[in-house]
């Protein structure tokens, strides 16, 4: 009686676990494709956002900062972000990122006026992003936590970017859209320069600009460096 026991906690805590895993991204089939009307982006959309230079985990700060400022809203929010490098081929120090909420679309605020005036008043810059008429698009399941974010990056991420390499697609920036349920992830096929931020720089740019901090910080160490000083001699001795 008690192997039974036993053995039916077991399988209750495994059902359990696959059924955490599968809503989070893990174990399911993710299905990208060519769509004219990707979600989120079918039409023009108002956004507030802060650009983010480093490692794209360390966005989630801003998106729990952009939920905190919209938390007694009645409406329900969606979150956003435009990353603008590939983290396989780029430094992690370069990466650059735009993340916020999404506000409104097609000319029609979400939110009140007010929840805009705590977003700006808190770092976040308005934007708005245009409508997409081309996009290579998947979805996952997300809770919203850390589990479903190593989903996206270990398995979503690699099957869309073989979808994109195996039909030939030439994309730029990935664009994710955050809810409760889910991630759509969409890389947009045209009009992609209008998703470049005011703060955005090209990867040449950075280097260069870390290069010239790297030298003007060895030139400010070597100038701090007191300048060597002789010795005192000994007092001679009478013999």
Not at 13 to 18: L, N, P, Q, S, T
Not at 37 to 49: R, S
Not at 181 to 208: A, G, M, R, W
């Amino acid at each position: 009686m008690f192997e039974l026991a036993f053995i039916a906690i077991l399988l209750a805590a495994a059902v359990y676990i696959f059924l955490t895993l599968r809503k989070n991204g893990f174990f399911v089939t993710v299905e990208p494709s060519v769509t004219t009307a990707p979600k989120n982006l079918e039409k023009p959309l108002a956004v507030y956002y802060k650009y983010h230079l480093g490692p794209y985990q360390n966005v989630m700060e801003i998106i729990g900062q952009a939920k905190q400022l919209l938390s007694s809203s009645p409406a329900p929010s969606t979150f956003f972000g435009i990353y603008y490098d590939n983290p396989e081929t780029t430094d992690s120090h370069f990466l650059q990122s735009a993340v916020g909420v999404v506000f409104g679309a097609d000319g029609k605020d979400f939110h009140d006026e007010k929840y805009a005036k705590d977003l700006v008043e808190n770092g976040f810059e308005k934007l708005v992003l245009p409508k997409v008429e081309r996009a290579v698009q998947a979805v996952q399941p997300s809770t919203g936590g850390s589990l479903s974010f190593l989903a996206l990056i270990w398995f979503t991420y690699s099957t869309i970017r073989k979808y994109i390499s195996e039909n030939k697609l030439e994309t730029t920036y990935a664009v994710e859209f955050y809810s409760d349920s889910d991630i759509h992830v969409i890389f947009p096929l045209d009009d992609v320069n209008e998703f470049l931020v005011k703060d955005y720089q090209t990867i040449d740019k950075l280097e260069s600009d870390a290069a010239k901090k790297r030298f003007d910080s060895s030139e400010e160490d070597s100038e701090s460096e007191p300048e060597g000083t002789e010795e005192p001699e000994g007092d001679e001795k009478d013999e």
